[in-house]
């Protein structure tokens, strides 16, 4: 079992759960709100305390992070800001290439290749961007 533990309601409860409470999961206040007990949603793995109180005055320990794998990111490509499948280019077009990621907590960092080199990347939660503009050197624009 657990460990006894003694507690006295008086912590802030919006020093314990901040602006956003916990994403992808729950608190439940517990003795009065000297206590809270965490649960993380389906799909959702918790990392830190699943349970934390007050002495009165302090919360002994954190909110946890109910963390959830990034989903498959997704890419659009746009020509002269129109979104386009299968496009046919012409020399002069301007070219963005964007990949994002709908899921995640935290929110996954991205990367955007052409061949093996990398062209652009992003902060979590941002996607990443790279515009160009086709010259007579690209005789072939693949997409995959």
């Given amino acids: 079992g657990e460990a006894p533990v003694c507690t006295r309601a ?3 409860v919006d020093q314990l759960m901040g602006e956003e409470g916990v994403q992808n999961g729950r608190a439940r206040a517990v003795w009065g709100g000297a206590a ?12 830190g305390n699943s349970f934390v109180f007050c002495d009165g005055s302090y919360w002994n320990g954190t909110k946890p992070e109910c963390l959830v794998p ?24 301007q070219v963005t290439l964007t990949c994002e990621s709908g899921s995640g907590n935290p929110a996954p960092s991205l990367a955007l290749y052409l061949g093996e080199d990398q062209v652009a990347s992003s902060v979590a939660g941002s996607p990443a961007l790279y515009t160009f503009t086709v010259q007579t050197e690209h005789d072939r624009v693949h997409v995959y």
């Fill in 36 to 47: 809270f007990r965490f649960s993380c949603n389906a799909g959702s793995v918790m990392d």
């Fill in 10 to 12: 008086g912590c802030e």
């Fill in 70 to 93: 990034p989903g498959p990111p997704s890419f659009s490509l746009t020509v002269g800001g129109v979104q386009m499948e299968n496009p046919s280019l012409a020399v002069g077009a």
